[in-house]
């Protein structure tokens, strides 16, 4: 139960913000309002999922805006025509992903790079590419494919759908596979885990590959929801990806934290944003209550830590 | 029995004419359509009052704030006021995500119009379908889309450009007997179509004149880039004898005056400080613009497709411009206003324009 506080306080505090967000919306809970909080939570969840594989590891990925970038830009020429087109043009998306995360691993793990300069460096390679690609936005996407996928099944949105198989396809094989816990153990300690034979580069060069594939996801979804590719929109997920894994209890030094953290940290922020919306604040104030609530968020979280006797403790939970 | 075919033929005239009218749009002095515009857009009325949201993308430049605030000076004005049951303004910053989960939420919200200046132009495809479906009206203007599904506000870029290099030329003919010499050209921010069609229309005037020498530098539509670069133009091609100015023409201006030029006929945009200038020292030529004030534009447009008028699909308001020699002091130009205040703060064929004190009693929060 303990291990899990930090996670029980994010949800909790999503809670509560989501319903002050329906309570100020004039519409209220309805399918509409809940697929419209979905579809702009689930482009910032897939990317803190993809940060948080990253992190856990040890490490940070300032590239995962631009890789949502250029892996949009790349669908919005590949995601189109007969439904086999449609299917191997996204498998090809999630495959440029993988190249882009196994990059970004490939300079931590072989070159010994910090990661902060390794990912800065490509994602300013990422975002050229993307700009190259599409200099202004445009490009098409099959509408009835966008609409199956931003709209709902039987009421429930198809976004919430998606993030729950997806977020549940990780979670399991972390936590009960070799390799899943190894990744653990490299991003708390690296060289404890080097020396009880945890296979340390290939534990770190599949969370960096894994980071690829949920940027793609997400530059996907991107086009769902735009039916468009745009190289621009790799500021709106950089920083908030690391910022909603930071809420969901996913910690900077690495080794603690979950996927459905990172996805409860970023819902937290697209409510927090939802909310200023209706609440009639200025728009100058927005950032100032959107920093507050990390701030206060990190200061819960962090409370744990100062409490422990030693930092061992805080490993054994 | 004369007269009477006489008035008959003059009633049935009256008729075929009435008919060819009805071929109009509404308020065609004001709404008009762009030369481009293929198709008009009717709905069936909706009764009013209405509730109305612009739905605003980037905020941090003058002409924005400007924008917020003429909307809402404008759903300020009795005679709106009366038309709105509630108006609200966000802006959103420049996520296209963001900027359709907005529109979304206010479709949800039951809004019955939104207006917007859209930060990507192909990306509300969805958001279009699901505003048709709920049956509720989408204006963007400035940044407009790739779509002729609705209605859209802008003003006629290519021709803001060209009627500037109309008036440089003119001014060169009256001055000297003939169009000779070099003109100064100053663009706008490169790659974009706003920019390629105000330099289009500028060349398609210069290009008439073989005796024209243009020299063409690149001003990112901003004053302190304008200064530098026109200082260095002067400096190596110097001297011109006419300048045109997509924006940022006091910048311009003031590197003629402080590299001690004469000031020569000039084309340029209608802000305060340029103006100031040009006044003060008789300059002749043209300023014109695009207003701010379009975001105003944008609610009539609005209202007027609620209400089941018939409106182009793509309306090009009148540009809002004065030659040189006609600007007047309290009304043209504001001495005692910031140099970066939007003179044109209005669309006289539509609407009375704004004064001052109508925009600067508006803050550009959101509401």
């Not at chain 2, 009795?78 to 038309?83: F, R, W």
Request: glycine share 10%; with cysteine.
């Amino acid at each position: 139960m303990r291990k899990y506080r930090a996670l029980l306080l994010a949800v909790f505090a999503l809670a509560l913000l989501f319903s002050l967000f329906i309570s100020l919306h004039p519409r209220g809970f309805s399918v509409y309002v809940v697929t419209i909080w979905s579809n702009q939570g689930i482009l910032l969840a897939l990317a803190a999922i993809a940060q948080f594989f990253v992190i856990l590891v040890r490490g940070i990925d300032l590239s995962v805006g631009p890789i949502v970038a250029l892996t949009n830009v790349a669908a919005s020429y590949l995601v189109h025509g007969t439904p086999a087109a449609t299917a191997l043009g996204a498998l090809a998306v999630i495959a440029l992903g993988v190249v882009c995360g196994l990059a970004n691993g490939t300079a931590v793990v072989f070159a010994g790079v910090q990661p902060i300069v390794a990912t800065l460096a490509s994602g300013a390679i990422f975002g050229g590419l993307a700009l190259l690609l599409r200099p202004v936005p445009g490009g098409t996407i099959d509408d009835a494919l966008s609409d199956m996928m931003t709209y709902d099944i039987h009421g429930i949105p198809t976004a919430l759908v998606i993030l729950i198989a997806v977020t549940a396809a990780v979670t399991w094989p972390l936590r009960r596979t070799r390799l899943g816990l190894s990744m653990y153990a490299v991003g708390s300690a690296e060289a404890a885990a080097f020396l009880t034979g945890t296979r340390v580069a290939a534990a770190k060069l599949l969370a960096y590959a894994l980071g690829g594939v949920f940027a793609s996801l997400a530059g996907l979804y991107v086009a769902m929801v735009t039916e468009t590719g745009d190289a621009g929109i790799a500021p709106a997920y950089t920083l908030n990806s690391i910022a909603a894994a930071v809420l969901g209890g996913v910690s900077l030094s690495g080794g603690i934290g979950s996927p459905v953290g990172a996805v409860v940290g970023a819902f937290i922020l697209k409510t927090v944003s939802s909310a200023m919306f209706f609440s009639g604040l200025p728009p100058l104030a927005q950032p100032f209550f959107e920093g507050l609530v990390l701030a206060i968020a990190i200061v819960i979280s962090a409370l744990g830590t100062v409490r422990a006797r030693s930092r061992l403790a805080v490993y054994e939970r | 029995m004369l007269a009477r075919i006489l008035l008959a033929g003059i009633a049935s005239t009256a008729l075929f004419v009435g008919v060819a009218r009805a071929e109009d749009n509404y308020r065609p002095e004001c709404f008009k359509p762009a030369p481009k515009n293929t198709k008009f857009i009717q709905q069936t009325p909706k009764p009013g009052p209405y509730r109305i949201a612009f739905v605003n993308g980037y905020a941090g430049n003058d002409w924005r704030i400007t924008a917020i605030q003429s909307a809402k000076a404008w759903a300020a004005r009795p005679e709106n006021k009366k038309l709105l049951k509630e108006f609200k303004v966000v802006s959103v910053g420049n996520d296209s995500a963001a900027q359709i989960a907005a529109i979304d939420n206010f479709i949800a919200a039951g809004f019955d119009a939104i207006t917007f200046i859209a930060v990507n132009p192909t990306a509300f495809d969805p958001v279009i379908r699901r505003a048709q479906k709920a049956g509720v009206v989408l204006v963007p203007f400035d940044n407009v889309l790739d779509t002729d599904k609705i209605v859209q506000v802008n003003e006629d870029q290519f021709e803001l450009g060209n009627i500037k290099a109309r008036a440089v030329v003119a001014a060169l003919q009256k001055e000297n007997g003939k169009v000779a010499g070099k003109i100064l050209e100053v663009s706008g921010l490169p790659g974009n179509s706003v920019d390629r069609d105000n330099h289009n229309g500028m060349r398609a005037e210069l290009d008439k004149y073989p005796d024209l020498k243009v020299v063409q530098v690149v001003g990112n539509w901003d004053a302190g880039v304008g200064q530098k670069v026109t200082a260095d133009a002067i400096a190596t091609e110097g001297p011109f004898d006419g300048v045109l100015a997509q924006e940022g023409t006091v910048g311009v201006l003031n590197a003629f005056i402080n590299a001690h030029q004469k000031l020569v006929p000039v084309g340029g945009d209608a802000g305060n400080g340029a103006r100031i200038i040009i006044a003060q020292n008789h300059i002749p030529g043209v300023t014109a613009a695009q207003a701010p004030a379009l975001s105003a534009m944008a609610l009539m447009t609005a209202v007027a497709e609620l209400q089941g008028h018939k409106l182009p699909q793509t309306i090009y308001f009148d540009i809002p411009q004065k030659p040189n020699d006609q600007l007047v002091e309290g009304k043209d130009y504001f001495p005692n206003l910031p140099k970066s205040f939007y003179t044109t703060t209005g669309f006289p064929q539509c609407a009375p324009v704004f004064t001052p004190q109508e925009l600067l009693g508006q803050t550009p929060d959101n509401s």
